[in-house]
């Protein structure tokens, strides 16, 4: 079975996003995203997790029964977490206590265990690989956009208090875009996050019309098949 | 919309939208009156500001939608917003906090929804809503009524140019102390360890400026009454709300009248006319039947109180029209009228009993 790269890719960051097409792990997403450091810790520590579960399910994915599945996959999900969690603590902990009980939660983030279901349990090492990585990037790619989007709007910086995340070098990455900013406490709270989550989701379906238009303009002729819209993951 | 339900014969002249909504808007006349008689030029600057945004706005979205521009210009729906969002603001708001106001209202609560009757929240309330969450300073920073700048002048509010200038400007703290203070609900709520009566008594506001207040509600309720003198809107929505909110706030005050404020208080001050009579009558977001709209008005009048008295804001309306304008649809689902012919009114979901 060979390992179809551009598919899995493109799937990850794009069709099958699991932030903006399959509407996964909103929790966390709505929850952290803030400013870009802390959309970019979460990111991280989510992709690892991916990495890793994705990984392991996959190379047991013989030995594991159908009946007892979930459970299984929801032990070496959660060890891995703990794993990254201890690690958060150890290396950057004073973004550990900001994000907080989100941490942890990963376990419980639908977009983990949805891949480890629909994907790891049923594909290679190296596609399940490849698709940890791609949904990871694809969801961290999301909430860094939606962290810098409620930055931006809610305090009028950007990339704030990376230090907390990459030493005390990137201390200088912050970005003033805006002096005296008195603030835009709405876009901080989560309200701003459901309402810049409903614009990203519309600016994506956009994107998909306008390439779709393109396409079909492309290709004209022959019955079109219909498609049908998928809401859920 | 002027949809009152009535026996034959069904032959009416043709009530279009743009009608109205210019009644609704000459209906707020009074209040704007009153409230730049009481508190200064900042309300009618706000107001004209406010529509000038809306029409720019609506424009705006309208081009982008590919709809036609002028015709739906012309039913005056964004005005009505825009003039009620620019009575509700503080006077002495900054011209941005009304720009992200009725950006907020067209464009996001009106325009991403579909549209005039598509909304399922008020507008104007919905912008007012994130304003105050969004900015609490700019947004509690009322201006305090003429009468107690200065007792010795006639009319003492702060000048056309200066007004502007503070709006449009930058902000000039001296100035600002002087000319705004907390409102009623505001003082009566932070009013430490006084019972109702000593606040009466010794806070200023309330025992000198309480007047302006009770000016402005009563201009209010004039407009509503011109409203439904020309059957714009039925009373019940405004008389279940205000019914409501008077029946709660004097089963408290009776228990604990040192602790709880007074049902006129309730009534007249902040803004319950307002509300009652230009925003619970919203034909778009508020219940349909008649019956509904009582159920409608009775929910928001007992929120009004319940988060004015317990809840972390000093006014209550944007919040209890929002939450009431959620549960519409449900409401109109219960409460739908039984069609002529038929035994039974055709209610609930189906497959209820």
């Not at chain 1, 990037?137 to 910086?157: D, K, N, Q």
Request: hydrophobic share 55%; proline share 5%; aromatic share 12%.
């Amino acid at each position: 079975m060979s390992v179809d790269v551009k598919k899995i890719t493109l799937d990850g960051l794009w069709t099958n996003n699991p932030a903006l097409v399959q509407l996964l792990g909103l929790c966390p997403l709505l929850a952290v995203t803030g400013s870009v450091v802390n959309a970019l810790g979460l990111g991280l520590a989510s992709t690892i997790v991916l990495l890793g579960s994705n990984l392991t399910i996959s190379a047991f994915r013989k030995f594991v029964p159908g009946s007892v599945r979930l459970p299984i996959f929801v032990m070496i999900i959660a060890s891995f977490v703990t794993a990254i969690e201890l690690l958060m603590q150890a290396f950057t902990f004073e973004l550990y206590q900001i994000l907080g009980i989100f941490i942890p939660l990963i376990v419980t983030n639908c977009a983990i265990m949805g891949r480890a279901d629909a994907f790891a349990s049923k594909n290679p090492v190296s596609a399940s690989l490849l698709d940890g990585l791609m949904m990871g990037v694809g969801f961290s790619a999301v909430l860094i956009l939606l962290g810098g989007m409620r930055e931006v709007l809610g305090s009028g910086t950007l990339f704030a208090d990376m230090q907390l995340l990459f030493g005390p070098a990137a201390e200088s990455w912050k970005i003033v875009l805006i002096d005296d900013y008195s603030g835009f406490l709405f876009a901080v709270l989560p309200p701003g996050a459901f309402v810049g989550m409903g614009l990203l989701i519309a600016l994506k379906n956009i994107i998909d019309g306008r390439l779709e238009e393109r396409r079909k303009r492309q290709t004209p002729a022959g019955p079109t098949e219909t498609q049908r819209v998928r809401v859920t993951g | 919309m002027a949809l009152i339900r009535s026996s034959s014969p069904h032959l009416h002249k043709m009530n279009q939208t743009g009608h109205v909504m210019r009644l609704v808007l000459m209906a707020t006349l009074p209040g704007m009156a009153a409230m730049t008689f009481f508190f200064g030029w900042g309300t009618l600057i706000n107001v004209i500001w406010a529509s000038l945004l809306a029409v720019g706005f609506e424009a705006a979205i309208l081009k982008w939608r590919n709809r036609p521009v002028g015709f739906v210009l012309r039913d005056y729906s964004a005005l009505v917003t825009a003039v009620l969002l620019g009575l509700a603001l503080p006077p002495f708001a900054a011209w941005w906090v009304t720009l992200v106001g009725v950006f907020v209202a067209i464009v996001i609560a009106k325009h991403l929804y579909g549209g005039l009757g598509q909304n399922p929240f008020n507008p104007a309330m919905v912008a007012y809503a994130l304003l105050l969450i969004s900015f609490p300073v700019e947004m509690t920073r009322w201006t305090v009524p003429f009468v107690m700048i200065d007792a010795e002048s006639s009319w003492s509010v702060l000048s056309l140019f200066d007004t502007l200038s503070l709006i449009f400007g930058s902000i000039d703290s001296a100035l600002i102390d002087n000319y705004t203070g907390a409102t009623p609900l505001d003082a009566l709520r932070h009013r430490g360890g006084l019972t109702t009566e000593e606040a009466w008594r010794q806070v200023p506001v309330l025992a000198d400026g309480i007047g302006a207040w009770h000016a402005v509600s009563a201009a209010y309720v004039m407009g509503g009454v011109f409203l439904l003198y020309r059957k714009v809107f039925t009373w019940h929505a405004p008389v279940a709300m205000l019914g409501s909110l008077t029946v709660l706030s004097t089963l408290f005050f009776i228990v604990q009248p040192d602790y709880f404020a007074d049902p006129f208080f309730h009534l007249t001050v902040g803004g319950t006319m307002l509300g009652a009579f230009f925003i619970a009558t919203d034909p778009v977001s508020s219940a349909t039947s008649n019956k509904g709209k009582i159920y409608f008005g009775i929910g928001i009048g007992a929120l009004i109180f319940v988060i004015r008295t317990w809840g972390g804001y000093p006014d209550a309306i944007a919040f209890a029209v929002l939450l009431m304008n959620l549960t519409a649809p449900f409401i109109d689902q219960y409460t739908q009228p039984r069609t002529y012919g038929h035994a039974k009114a055709n209610r609930g979901m189906k497959g209820d009993a």
